[in-house]
């Protein structure tokens, strides 16, 4: 049956609807629904990728490079590449760098005759492979590629570039949510010695990366890597079961200082890995839970002493490139009011009216969107108290301060026994009573967010830099890293997130 809402006539039964809802009726905060929203509010910040292929895209530099390939090394190192990519020919757009253009060479190639041409000394001995326009291809097509060059890029004078030519297509990658790989090749022309690079710009799930680094599996390593990366570092957990998380557990495998709901069940704990986060519903207030911390720790016998609110979470920096991440802190938000709204806005978002026309006029149909009918008015445009994009741009979540602190001194601790297997543990702040600061009573049950966020990092020593990404007479690569480094230097960003409710 079809939903009218006529526009020449309001309906009462409509306003009555909008009153009844403006709690945020549209919104749940239970079960799989709960989970759902939460993910889709998580999401919400992340950047939007937009490819225009479901293709990879693999450049090679065609401009004089071949000569780094008469290293025994390195031309099996490109050769395990190049039969990786042309074994796979269906998967890419394979590119020629040279002559200032970007010409397309698969298609009309098989993948023979793509391998033949990818090593033809007479076709690489080329000039003026175009790497800024390519980069520039790279970052606005978003999607996954490699790029294979010394990245020498010359004027038409023949003058090598010295200028950071890379910075603005590096950082607009980084903004996409992405991380670019190095692969570091040494070689020598004539009395000079430069680095080739396989350079692999890539999203977090590193399909293409891993199909790089399958390619090169056997092959000689004479290579050095380096990743250029925000928040590339790898995450784990050590968890009593698959429904129990990160808070305290006695001997007896039971949480009973924050009461969190551990049975597999609508409500419960729950993780998502992917957007390295985690929910918990607490089924005590937290001065009751301060309360049973304070017992834990006063307890003697065979009781394991309270020693954080969440731990057993690791990062692994035995791999940072990019920075040097020294310290951590907590940052935790009352996001109940965010939340809802921002749920009620994507409600909305999912349920619009389509305006259609009959002999009574134009009316708005709800058939299979009666979800979004309390968000629009009788002319189908979104109610303001309901527009999330707007409000938020004004209201911010609410920070909750003197709750919460980090505790950096395990974090340095493990940091230095094991980097792979740093501890990150969330403590209560010795000034925490057990009443959060400016919350009512009736906000007692409010959705927290807790963000564990980088509080002091150092950006890659600039000798290091200098090693991979600079040679004589060329530091234009060096520059662009070292930019990029300092303009994209994570602090106050996120590594991982924890949702709490008190049920």
Not at 336 to 353: C, S
Not at 412 to 437: H, M, S, W, Y
Request: net charge negative; aromatic share 12%.
């Amino acid at each position: 049956m079809k939903t009218k809402t006529f526009l020449k006539a309001k309906l009462a039964f409509a306003a009555m609807i909008v009153a009844g809802c403006l709690t945020g009726c549209g919104s749940s905060n239970n079960g799989s629904d709960f989970q759902t929203q939460l993910v889709n509010y998580l999401k919400k910040d992340l950047p939007v990728v937009t490819t225009s292929s479901n293709k990879y895209a693999a450049y090679f530099d065609f401009s004089g490079v071949y000569i780094a390939y008469n290293d025994p090394a390195t031309h099996q190192t490109f050769n395990s590449l190049t039969q990786k990519v042309t074994g796979e020919a269906s998967s890419f757009d394979i590119y020629s760098l040279a002559n200032a253009k970007i010409q397309l060479l698969s298609g009309a190639n098989s993948p023979a005759a793509l391998f033949q041409k990818l090593h033809d000394s007479n076709q690489q001995g080329q000039l003026w492979a175009p790497i800024e326009k390519t980069l520039q291809k790279i970052a606005d097509e978003g999607r996954p590629a490699l790029l294979v060059t010394d990245f020498e890029e010359y004027t038409k004078d023949g003058v090598i570039y010295r200028q950071a030519y890379a910075t603005p297509y590096f950082e607009k990658w980084l903004k996409r949510g992405g991380d670019i790989q190095f692969y570091v090749t040494d070689y020598v022309e004539g009395s000079l010695h430069k680095h080739l690079y396989y350079v692999v710009f890539d999203y977090n799930n590193h399909k293409l990366s891993k199909m790089v680094a399958d390619a090169l599996q056997g092959a000689p390593k004479n290579y050095r890597t380096f990743t250029l990366s925000v928040n590339s570092y790898p995450m784990a957990t050590s968890y009593p079961s698959a429904n129990q998380g990160g808070t305290y557990h006695d001997e007896n495998g039971e949480d009973v200082v924050s009461m969190s709901a551990e049975d597999g069940k609508d409500g419960s704990f729950f993780m998502m890995d992917s957007l390295r986060a985690e929910s918990y519903s607490f089924d005590a207030s937290w001065q009751d839970i301060l309360n049973n911390a304070h017992q834990q720790t006063l307890a003697n016998g065979v009781q394991v002493p309270f020693h954080h609110l969440f731990s057993n979470l690791f990062i692994n920096l035995s791999h940072a490139d990019s920075y040097n991440i020294k310290q951590m802190a907590v940052v935790v938000t009352d996001v109940e009011k965010d939340f809802t709204l921002f749920n009620d806005w994507n409600t909305a978002m999912l349920n619009k009216p389509v305006k259609k026309h009959d002999t009574d006029g134009v009316y708005l149909d709800w058939d299979g969107h009666e979800a979004g009918q309390q968000y629009y008015d009788d002319n189908g445009n979104l109610l303001p108290e309901y527009n999330y994009p707007k409000i938020a741009q004004s209201q911010q979540p609410k920070v909750i301060n003197d709750m919460l602190v980090f505790n950096n001194g395990l974090f340095e601790q493990t940091k230095a026994k094991n980097p792979a297997r740093t501890e990150l543990a969330i403590d209560f702040d010795p000034r925490f009573n057990g009443t959060i600061v400016g919350q009512s009573e009736n906000q007692a049950n409010d959705l927290l967010r807790i963000d564990i966020v980088v509080a002091d990092a150092d950006i890659c020593p600039q000798d290091k830099i200098n090693s991979l990404f600079a040679w004589d007479g060329n530091d234009c690569l060096s520059s662009a890293i070292k930019n990029v480094l300092q303009d994209t230097k994570p602090i106050g960003r996120p590594v991982y997130s924890y949702f709490v409710r008190i049920r």
